[in-house]
């Protein structure tokens, strides 16, 4: 186990009776809000409306920034960019799931930069300065609202990177699991997905020899997502699923289960090349290509790691020989995501074939070797992409 220091400095308000602490907490960073929000969503639920009751109810000035793109776009940050400068915002409000809060993360940064925000998530210009940031969310998938980083999409050079930085942390986070029931079984599998991708990439798979507590606490995690992503698929209002899964997304990625873990976010690495290059969903994208991995991963030192999880969570038989509990742990979570959850299996059924699996593969890998519990190279990744066709 390495050495770490763990600090997480978002506040979080969770249950249905929060939000009327909203305008409280916006007030604290001043009386200019910036609303950041996607496709809609939020006037369709009520949202909206609820909210500007309480901003309004304060005296704040709202300004809006809507439209933001699942796999939100370096575009739209820069627009956002744009009315943060000219109307001297002062606290951002982004209500949606992990595409919203991630496009509102950096434009609290491009806030204080005269130029493309691409340069900032790129990294050729270091993030000086942020505008505070309050999140409503309404979609558990990928715990940007209790993390420090932002993922954004430039579909000009076809990248879609992350940028990570303590100060785009959100200041306060509102969750009310009320807020998810509308989301579609779809968005609720390719987030369950996400929630368990974000484990195994940062922790279970990566993990230092000794971190015994860490894959004890996943491994809860995972029983919590394989119990209640069913559950809220059913029943899309059973609030105990819906609360469930919401604080399993914070949990799995504010950093709690990943410190003192060199970190090798594999799986993440080959599907943002996909949602890059075809704007895919991304817990879908990663539900295609775990099972893939695992399968060709799999070896005699890879095999006691992975028949654990389908020892500790599918009912695999720990007495069998570690290389057949292996390989049935990985049916037993493809089951889970393609049979139970009803994700599309294969590249293919969307319409995506191997043409550009070999650049993709190189920029993966950012040329050199992905790290992982065996590490990949180009020609390795391509070979996984293969396997997803
Ligand atoms: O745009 P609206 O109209 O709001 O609709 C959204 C969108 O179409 C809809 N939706 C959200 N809440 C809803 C709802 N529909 C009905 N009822 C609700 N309550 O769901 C669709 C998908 O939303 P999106 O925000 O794109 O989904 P998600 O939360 O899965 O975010 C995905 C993005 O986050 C990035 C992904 O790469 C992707 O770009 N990630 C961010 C991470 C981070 N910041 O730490 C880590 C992750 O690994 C991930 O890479
Ligand atoms: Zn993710």
């Known amino acids: ?19 009327q602490h909203i305008g409280d907490e916006l ?3 001043g009386s200019r809000v910036l609303l950041i929000y996607g496709g809609g969503s939020i006037k369709k639920i009520g949202l909206y409306d609820k909210l500007m009751e309480y901003i309004k109810a304060e005296g704040l000035q709202v300004f809006e920034l809507s439209g933001v793109e699942p796999n939100p776009r370096h575009t739209t940050v820069n627009k956002g960019a744009d009315i943060c400068k000219k109307e001297q915002i002062d606290v951002l409000l982004a209500v949606g799931g992990g595409s919203t809060i991630d496009c509102a993360k950096a434009v609290s940064a491009a806030a204080f930069y005269d ?16 505008l505070p940031l309050v999140v409503v969310l309404t979609l ?6 209790m993390d420090t980083g932002c993922v954004i999409s430039n579909m000009d050079d076809r990248s879609k ?3 990570i930085n303590p100060q785009l942390g959100p200041k306060v986070s509102f969750l009310d699991p009320t807020n998810t029931f509308t989301v579609n079984a779809y968005q609720t599998a390719c987030g369950c997905v996400d929630i368990m991708s974000h484990l195994f990439d940062l922790s279970y798979f990566s993990r230092q020899p000794g971190f015994d507590m860490i894959d004890r606490m996943c491994e809860e995690l995972f029983k919590t997502i394989i119990k209640y992503a069913p559950v809220a698929i059913q029943e899309p209002d059973n609030y105990d699923a819906r609360a469930n899964l919401m604080w399993a997304s914070s949990w799995a990625l504010n950093g709690f289960l990943s410190t003192g873990i060199v970190q090798a976010p ?12 075809y704007d895919i969903t991304h817990g879908l994208g990663l539900a295609i290509l775990t099972p893939r991995w695992l399968s060709y991963i799999l070896d005699d030192t890879t095999a006691p790691a992975i028949s654990r999880l389908g020892v500790s969570c599918f009912d695999v038989d720990a007495k069998l020989p570690p290389m057949d509990a292996a390989r049935l742990s990985i049916e037993r979570l493809s089951d889970f995501f393609f049979k139970t959850l009803g994700l599309k299996s294969r590249l293919s059924d969307l319409g995506i074939d191997d043409k550009n ?5 190189k920029n993966a890998c950012g040329g050199g070797e992905l790290e992982s519990i065996r590490p990949l190279r180009p020609t ?3 070979a996984i992409y293969r396997l997803c066709l």
Not at 140 to 145: H, I, L, P, Q, V
Not at 266 to 277: D, N, T, Y
Not at 357 to 361: L, P
């Open 1 to 19: 186990m390495k050495d770490f220091v763990f600090q997480n400095n978002t506040k979080v308000y969770f249950g249905k009776n929060q939000l």
């Open 27 to 29: 007030k604290r960073y």
């Open 115 to 130: 130029g493309d925000c691409w340069d900032l998530v790129t990294g050729k210009t270091p993030v000086t300065m942020t």
């Open 140 to 145: 558990a998938a990928t715990g940007s609202e």
């Open 161 to 163: 990177l992350g940028l």
């Open 266 to 277: 594999v799986c993440h690495a080959m599907e943002h090349e996909l949602s890059a290059w």
């Open 357 to 361: 699996f070999s650049i993709m593969a």
């Open 380 to 382: 390795d990744v391509e």
